[in-house]
């Protein structure tokens, strides 16, 4: 088991939000990306943000757009769509999309429309 798993969400969504706001992207893009992805809307991710939800759980309770499958590239050197465990896989869509969002990709384009 990845260490990553048991991470709260919490202390990961700051630096998410650091990498976005620094290449001018909003708070209101980052919880729509993760809105996208989760299904969890403002209120409910704000919840798991106050829980500290774990990475684990936070995956289990989301319920995973049908599209996030077309998530593909690298994240890390690492290709996700190749990663083997289900959650990791999970982790590191989130973490592409992200990264599309920081490099100024259009909405349209990072949520697969």
Not at 79 to 105: C, F, H, N, S, T
Request: glycine share 6%; hydrophobic share 45%.
């Amino acid at each position: 088991m990845s260490r990553i798993f048991t991470v709260s969400v919490a202390s990961v969504y700051p630096h998410y939000l650091t990498k976005v706001e620094k290449k001018g992207r909003t708070r209101a893009e980052l919880d729509r990306v993760i809105e996208w992805l989760t299904g969890f809307d403002e209120a409910a991710l704000g919840r798991h943000l106050a829980a500290g939800t774990t990475f684990e759980d936070f995956f289990a309770a989301a319920a995973l757009h049908p599209n996030a499958v077309s998530i593909t590239g690298t994240v890390c050197g690492v290709r996700v769509q190749d990663v083997e465990d289900p959650l990791m896989r999970q982790i590191r869509y989130l973490d592409k999309l992200v990264d599309e969002l920081a490099r100024g990709k259009s909405m349209e384009s990072i949520l697969r429309a």
